[in-house]
């Protein structure tokens, strides 16, 4: 397969996969609007332009480290694997947090995935300290995703 196809496919799979999330979700817009918030809440309309950013990362850094793993004749899926976990996790905090509204599960799940991330970066540290790079904005705004999730539960 063309190294701009693999690329590509990377790039793309966390990206489809939180709109998919998103869809699944129901109105994400309206049922945060219709929640009482923490302090330092953001308006609505930056979520959606910082996860495409950090979907992007994510596509990169596990591109590059795909890449990284099979030039040194490495197992890819060693390095990755907690990179599939933790966009699992991802994927389902939507529908958990905003479909279902269980603020409780979601803010554990959100800290459960912040936890993920951090052994993420550290596994992509040893293959790609560039790779495990691109991945801090990720882990910074887990930790406020975590930080307001928690705060939805108490509040509601």
């Known amino acids: 397969m063309k190294k701009s196809v693999i690329f590509l496919l990377f790039v793309a799979l966390?990206?489809?996969?939180?709109k998919i999330s998103g869809f699944v979700s129901g109105d994400i817009a309206v049922h945060y609007k219709s929640i009482v918030q923490p302090d330092f809440s953001p308006p609505g309309m930056v979520?959606?332009?910082v996860w495409t950013i950090l979907y992007l990362l994510m596509g990169?850094?596990?591109w590059m480290v795909y890449t990284k793993a099979v030039k040194n004749k490495n197992n890819p899926n060693y390095f990755l694997r907690p990179y599939s976990i933790q966009l699992a996790l991802n994927y389902l905090w939507?529908?958990?947090?905003?479909?279902?509204?269980?603020?409780?599960?979601g803010a554990w799940l959100a800290l459960l995935l912040t936890a993920m991330v951090i052994g993420m970066i550290i596994r992509f540290s040893f293959i790609s300290k560039v790779a495990a790079t691109l991945q801090i904005p990720?882990?910074?705004w887990l930790i406020f995703a975590t930080y307001l999730s928690f705060g939805v539960a108490v509040l509601n």
């Open 14 to 18: 966390p990206l489809i996969g939180g």
């Open 47 to 49: 979520f959606p332009i």
């Open 60 to 62: 990169i850094s596990s």
């Open 94 to 105: 939507s529908p958990i947090f905003f479909g279902l509204g269980y603020y409780w599960v």
């Open 138 to 140: 990720y882990m910074l």
